[in-house]
């Protein structure tokens, strides 16, 4: 922190012991926005977050991301451009004494010197409701701007007046191309020897495994660095053990991208929970994202199990919540949730058998136009028999065009045995042959 009475603030390499000392994460963090790594869309050129920074007028925030997204790297840039002091604590340690420290010290330069004051506060989801209230009069009065990072919601974790005076910003985990390209700079300076003695698969292996988070990559080339020693090539072996996983022969954009989720689709329809598991685990460790997983289990929901368990589409709709809210590393657990169930429900394929034979139907002969008594009330007849107005709540209106009258699409199976009786009581009940 900025100290007062004029004496330089440490450096980040001083505080370390020396730059040398540090970790590499941190020896390569970006000075200025030209070299900050990921969040196109958040730092793109006119948007509000770019001209913060670009015209040095800071405004209290929050930013919203998972680990190594550069939270922290954003909030120095900000400083920095805006020729601000930087306070920062983290939520985990600090309490309201350190928070009054931070605002007496923003008060005291404010008024000697001029000079404004950031405070960044890591994991603010950390802080209870009074802990984070205790900040409120310091935004509001302007005395600091305020930038808290979480890897949570903010808008679970963080209290509602204080994010009505911050503006949320969410960073989305770094892709294995930009992580690559920490990695090759990093090489490049010669963080790890010679250019060249870092070999590609193991750099292409860091920058595919380390889950979006540029710290842990930075970190894994470091220890892999230093376990090959100084003379030997540093290989796919040393990077896997810096991570202390198995590289997988995964390609997200590759024809096993494709044939892992297939086999997971098979597995689940085939009712086995444990290589439903397998293939879930196949894709999360080979970095798959989240969301691709979870549409496909949207969609097995009502393909193979539709109304056998309709309770399955309800599960798998929830874990597509939790894939959006709470994101990788938590969403996995939702994740594996829905696999079990889906693999473990009753199967049936009705429903997209019953959509697949009305469709063909309407290729084959046309969509013929509805009786007048079921359309629009200013081009209906006047005659439709609502069934709310009958005993039991049907009416035995015939409601198919004359053309396609007595055609059968839904069929229900064994696994829909309930309902196959339920269809055949509401048909008698309207006098319709269950044919």
């Given amino acids: 922190m900025e100290r007062l009475f004029g004496e330089p603030e440490p450096t980040v390499a001083s505080a370390a012991g020396s730059a040398a000392d540090a970790p590499l994460a941190t020896q390569l ?13 958040l730092l793109a050129a006119g948007s509000a977050l770019r001209r913060a920074i670009e015209d040095g007028r800071p405004h209290s925030m929050i930013l919203h991301g998972p680990p190594g997204s550069g939270k922290t790297t954003l909030a120095r840039l900000i400083a920095d451009a805006s020729g601000a002091a930087f306070e920062e604590e983290s939520a985990v340690e600090a309490g309201r004494a350190e928070v009054r420290g931070v605002i007496a010290r923003a008060r005291e330069r404010l008024s000697s010197t001029g000079r404004k004051t950031i405070f960044f506060l890591d994991e603010i989801h950390r802080f209870n409701k009074a802990q984070q209230d205790a900040l409120l009069p310091a935004v509001e009065e302007g005395l600091i701007t305020l930038i808290g990072a979480t890897t949570e919601n903010p808008y679970f974790e963080v209290n509602s007046a204080l994010l009505s005076r911050t503006h949320v910003y969410e960073l989305e985990a770094l892709r294995p191309d930009e992580l690559r390209g920490l990695l090759d700079r990093a090489v490049a300076r010669g963080h790890c020897g010679p250019d060249g003695r870092v070999q590609s698969d193991a750099l292409e292996f860091l920058a595919e495994r380390s889950g979006g988070d540029a710290r842990t990559a930075l970190n894994g080339l470091q220890l892999a660095c230093d376990a090959a020693g100084p003379d030997q090539a540093v290989t796919l072996a ?79 709709t929830a874990a597509a919540d939790a894939v959006e809210h709470v994101g990788l590393p938590e969403c996995q657990f939702a994740l594996a949730q829905a696999a079990i169930y889906l693999s473990l429900a009753p199967k049936s394929d009705a429903a997209k058998r019953a959509v697949f034979a009305a469709r063909e139907h ?55 045995a309930q309902l196959r009786e339920q269809l055949r009581e509401i048909r008698r009940a309207r006098g319709v042959a269950d044919s």
Wanted: glycine share 6%.
């Fill in 29 to 41: 963090r970006p000075r200025t926005l030209a070299e900050f790594v990921g969040q196109q869309r």
């Fill in 238 to 316: 040393h990077a896997e053990d810096a991570l202390q996983r198995r590289a997988l022969l995964y390609d997200r954009q590759a024809d096993r991208h494709y044939d892992t989720i297939s086999a997971w689709i098979k597995a689940t329809r085939g009712s086995d929970p444990d290589a439903s598991l397998y293939y879930l685990a196949v894709m999360l460790e080979g970095g798959e994202d989240p969301r691709f997983i979870v549409r496909r289990m949207v969609i097995l929901a009502s393909e193979d199990i539709g109304n056998a368990d309709p309770q399955a589409l309800l599960v798998a």
């Fill in 362 to 416: 309407i290729r084959e002969r046309g969509a013929q136009a509805p009786p007048a008594h079921v359309r629009s009330s200013t081009r209906s007849d006047g005659g439709y028999d609502n069934p709310h107005r009958r005993e039991g709540h049907i009416s035995p209106q015939e409601l198919m065009p004359d053309a396609v009258i007595g055609s059968r699409f839904y069929q229900p199976d064994d696994a829909e």
